[in-house]
């Protein structure tokens, strides 16, 4: 006898994780299941995530979203890479761009003929090879949108006010039968023999049943850790940033297309540039400044007029021991927290939500399904952990808490990708991870990490023609980038009044 379908599902929590989750959940189990998120306007999101890596568009495309309606809604603008300004040391910058850098002669990745043309004194600044850095250092953005053109697209992700994302995908959401409850949670119930979630305990007395239970309740994990037990992996020791302060501003006159990422003297500053605001925030070190001194920072640097005072967060990097128990998976803050650095927080909800699509259960719940999907989740926060930590420990900066930083152990698997890099160049992408090859070269050698050699086949052009190679990409970006319009100017004909 077949076992009885899972068609109640229960969300638990709001804000961007709750309603991209509604929103995926309504888009493709269309009939026979309920879909239930509560949620109380009392309780507020931490939504400092307003940046995003180009897997947005996989999401976006995948609920039928249309680009300028999704622009126009979140008040949104193009994001081509993420620049690391004073990383290394103070006065060095260089971008982590989306898209490709240069182009692969043969079997060999273009990182390798370009260390040896360097090595030569025939090579600009690795970025030169890249169209999306070009763009994105001119202030330019255009997109074909289909149509024939000399010019290929650039790969980009998108800047966005995260509150009215979330409100466009509860738009989505209701529209497709999902059911919102308001009021707070109180408790939760579970059966005595299995342990499985039944019902969420409202503050008012209510009860709302539900067969599988989505955690979208932020920091405090009420379902995933209070009621399942999954415990929190600290990752304090990789990555010792513990707080943030975030404020918008006035927006500066230029919407730069790219994220900046400043270095600062216990931490780092984020800014990014909206529609009608700027975001910024300071990610730092309680052990190494103050709170008071890390908000006068802030304030200190940003590009406009403050809009509100800093607002604090207080977090511990790491993920939950196991993403799905029994009959809850968890997404968001509720899974786990990386600081923004690499904007990876909404693409870690989208990919929990993908999973969790490719795993839902036919009947009862599978244990070989669970464990598969936790299997895949931690590997995936592992390697982006690894890649935040790249940052932080490759560094030349003379302040105490960038020196404790580059004291500090590593992961084995990141010491594994350095070594291998350091000593011939070579960078193995494991599995589905979710930085590519050239995002890892991009990162190693503007942090300072150089390589001993380089692929032996890199050796075979002459050295005029490589040189010419290299110049004749450099020239073409460089050209491509002219003719494209200002991001303003493409932002301002995209959107609606």
């Not at 403050?306 to 021991?321: K, N, Q, S, V």
């Amino acid at each position: 006898m077949a076992e009885p379908r899972i068609t109640n599902i229960v969300i638990a929590g709001g804000g961007t994780a709750g309603w991209m989750a509604a929103a995926a959940l309504s888009r493709f189990l269309e009939r026979g299941y309920r879909i239930t998120l509560v949620e109380s306007d009392a309780i507020g999101t931490v939504g400092v995530g307003e940046a995003t890596i180009p897997q947005i568009h996989l999401f976006n495309a995948a609920l039928g979203l249309d680009e300028r309606e999704f622009l126009t809604a979140t008040k949104g603008t193009i994001k081509l890479g993420i620049e690391f300004d004073g990383w290394l040391r103070p006065g060095h910058r260089y971008m982590h761009a989306f898209g490709v850098v240069g182009r692969a002669l043969g079997i060999v990745p273009f990182h390798h003929y370009w260390l040896r043309a360097r090595a030569a004194g025939d090579a600009d600044e690795y970025g030169a090879y890249s169209f999306n850095e070009t763009a994105a250092r001119s202030g330019r953005f255009a997109k074909s949108d289909g149509r024939p053109s000399a010019i290929p697209d650039l790969t980009h992700a998108y800047h966005f006010d995260a509150g009215l994302y979330a409100a466009m995908l509860r738009r989505f959401a209701e529209a497709r039968g999902v059911v919102r409850i308001e009021g707070e949670i109180g408790g939760f119930d579970q059966d005595g023999a299995s342990g499985e979630l039944t019902a969420l305990k409202m503050k008012d007395g209510r009860r709302v049943e539900g067969q599988l239970f989505v955690d979208c309740t932020g920091f405090r994990g009420l379902l995933i850790g209070e009621a399942m037990g999954s415990a929190y992996q600290d990752w304090s020791d990789f990555l010792p940033c513990d707080r943030a302060l975030a404020v918008p501003c006035e927006r500066s006159n230029a919407l730069r297309p790219y994220t900046q990422s400043l270095a600062r003297p216990a931490g780092w500053q984020w800014r990014i540039p909206l529609q009608h605001r700027t975001g910024n925030g300071h990610v730092y070190c309680s052990s190494f400044t103050s709170d008071d001194d890390a908000a006068a920072l802030l304030l200190a640097n940003l590009d406009g007029a403050a809009l509100d005072d800093p607002r604090p967060l207080h977090f511990t990097t790491g993920r939950r021991d196991a993403f799905w128990v029994g009959n809850c998976v968890a997404l968001g803050l509720a899974a786990g927290f990386m600081e923004p650095l690499e904007s990876t927080s909404i693409h870690l909800i989208q990919a929990g939500i993908a999973r969790l699509i490719d795993y839902f259960p036919q009947g009862s719940i599978e244990p070989a399904d669970r464990d598969q999907f936790n299997r895949l989740s931690i590997f995936e926060w592992e390697r982006i952990r690894d890649f935040l930590v790249l940052h932080y420990s490759a560094n030349q900066r003379s302040e105490p808490f960038w020196a404790a930083c580059r004291e500090l152990a590593i992961p084995d698997s990141l010491a594994a990708k350095i070594d291998l890099f350091r000593a011939t160049g070579r960078i193995h992408r494991e599995q589905e991870e979710l930085f590519t090859e050239q995002g890892w070269a991009q990162v190693m050698l503007g942090q300072g990490i150089e390589p001993r050699g380089w692929h032996p086949l890199a050796d075979l052009p002459a050295s005029d023609e490589l040189a010419a190679f290299l110049a004749t990409l450099r020239e073409g970006n460089r050209r491509k980038a002219a003719m494209l319009p200002a991001h303003d100017q493409f932002i301002d004909r995209m959107v609606t009044p």
